[in-house]
């Protein structure tokens, strides 16, 4: 009889397992209102939706000095997740780390790697932060290098040189301590290395706002009267360079601007032409992570063949013609329809090797 007992709890608590949920705590850095990240929750929702997995979001507002007071509070109030997804904005992952560290919930690094100053304090992934189990994040100095290389070479192509004989560059870059931001400027440098008739004025740093560009842009604008191309690290800050240009605009000398990010705005001035070069993807990062996730909870640990830190190829040019199946497949309508469940290997066995790239969901 007490076997018989035994048996039946036993097998209640096995049925109970498989059914529970996972649960994901994202601690979002940026605005809930802010377009990008918008586009990364939606496509997280997504995700969780298909693998069966519960996500909730906490949203640090841009404050990046919040985030380990909210991700404390937060995990105070409960319910405890599984997991924690957090992302290295203006270098506070270690910070955030420690805090899961001591409620030992394994924590994934998303989006923003930790910096080579940073590896050297706190090493890699399972060595300094046990429960730090991995990092998962796109090549942003391609992304840069990209889009810096379209719009030079759109410049040199269309536009006439300064008296000096140079073509005049802005930049307009995220923050100075987001590896992100960082990566994406290399980006840029590498591509000027290509044209060396083209001279880089400035940098300056929008803080991946649109307000704050348009007002820098102003500035810039009467200070570098020839400048004829703007780069820019976000969507965000282009639209305010592109609002700026076009409140005070010289019919005769129109400005090129590129930008990095998806947004259906962005893809929008693709198509019109008020965008000369854009890369996007990499929003899809934190619906990834929820796919690694999935898998490390159900036995299939990532660190193996891939490692525990992993750079994708999630950034891609986006042209005009392009631009209608970006819309198509990343709106919110479009992320409902992906298979998740066939990225992983544990719902997927025929997957060998996490291909997270854009161009397996563009096919």
Known sequence: MNLCRCLCVLILLLSSQTSWAISVLFVNPGKESETFWVSVNQAMAAAAKNLGMELRVVYAERDHLRMPSLLQQTLDQGPRPDYLIVVNERQMAPPLMAIAERARIPVLLALNDLTPDQVKQFGTPRTHFKYWIGSLFPDNQQAGYLTGKALLTRLVQTKKPAANGQYQLLAIAG???????????????????????????????????????????????????????????????????????????????????????????????????????????????????????????????????????????????????????????????????????????????????YDFSLESLLQ
């Open 175 to 353: 923050d100075k301590s987001t590896p992100a931001s960082q990566d994406r400027v290399l980006g840029l440098q590498r591509a000027l290395k290509e044209f060396p008739n083209v001279e880089l004025k400035q940098i300056v740093y929008g803080n991946w706002g649109r307000g704050l560009a348009a007002e820098q842009m102003n500035v810039l604008r009467d200070r570098y009267p020839d400048v004829a191309a703007v780069w820019c690290a976000n969507d965000l800050m282009a639209f305010g360079v592109i609002a700026s240009l076009e409140q005070r605009k010289n019919r005769n000398k129109e400005v090129l601007v590129s930008a990095i990010n998806y947004s259906n705005d962005a893809i929008s001035m693709i198509k019109n032409g008020r965008l000369t070069a854009l890369s996007a993807g990499h929003f899809m990062v934190g619906a990834w992570s929820m796919v690694l996730l999935y898998d490390y909870a159900h036995g299939q640990d990532f660190s193996g063949q891939q490692g525990t830190q992993m750079q994708l190829p999630l950034l891609g040019l986006v042209s005009a013609s392009k631009a209608n199946l970006f819309m198509d497949r990343f709106s919110e309508e479009g992320v409902q329809k992906i298979n998740f469940a066939r990225y992983s290997k544990v719902l997927n066995p025929k997957v060998k090797q």
